[in-house]
DNA sequence: CAATCTATGTAATAACATAACACGACCATT
DNA sequence: AATGGTCGTGTTATGTTATTACATAGATTG
């Protein structure tokens, strides 16, 4: 899945998304670009999905929101298996990590289990440092 | 936060739960519970957030659903740190671990960045090994 | 040129979740 | 018994997130 020419619409959701300190939902994202033409929610969902596909935005799930995917451009997130992320609940920032030992002990499971993960889902929510005080 | 006596409320949407072999969502525990006077969505969102609180229940925040602890009563996961579930996407069913090896990972990063963890969702989307075929 | 594929636009609706307000049961204290 | 507090409850309305269905336009290819 290399990272292709986006469209317009794709490019804007994208660069909206690449602008924000927090994750933004569909609707938030909907409302920046009504000056660009948008009008109606499937427009962001329908980009949100191919920026998913590209893998250069990520789904926080337990958020229903979206966040620019933090590795810059070119070869992104699939070389590093399972993406987390720590959700400061304060200020909203986001800090995605990988582990390879999470991922192993995960697929050690799963293996055991013959269960086939397509998707796996890690989000740590709370408070980050600079919010701490 | 031991286990309580239960609300009439929150002993119905438990059952209903706990008899389902697949997560439930809010409006669908609403409807199995309509002929025992539910009637709003109010009613069964008030019973799961107790139920949550007391760890009956979990939330899988990819499928925005519900189901019930499969630790059948008395000092539930409270124990065992985060919990982990495996859902499988064709016949739903949800299998919910444990692994220290995990926690002490995501402890160990937390500690490092000065991240406070309130809450660790993992949640892995596949297929069951009865469902692989 | 037709056939097809992809992106797009629009309206309507479905699915999930909360706010605001009212009422009654229970319990403690006065 | 009266007062006040907390908690569970019921109801209406509303807010938020996501999808279905249908129509149009452009690019590509046989």
Redesign the interface.
Known sequence: MNTPNLTKNQALVLDVLSRSEQPMSAYTILDKLRDNGFRAPLQVYRALEKLLDFGLVHRL??LNSFVACSHKHESCCQHHGTV?F?I??KCGQV?E?H?H??DD??RG??QQ?????????????????AC?G
């Open positions: 799930e337990s987390a720590a400061c609940e800090s990590f582990d030992a999470i002990r995960l499971w799963a289990k013959g269960f086939k993960a397509e998707k796996t889902t890690i989000e740590l929510r709370g408070l980050c440092s701490m």
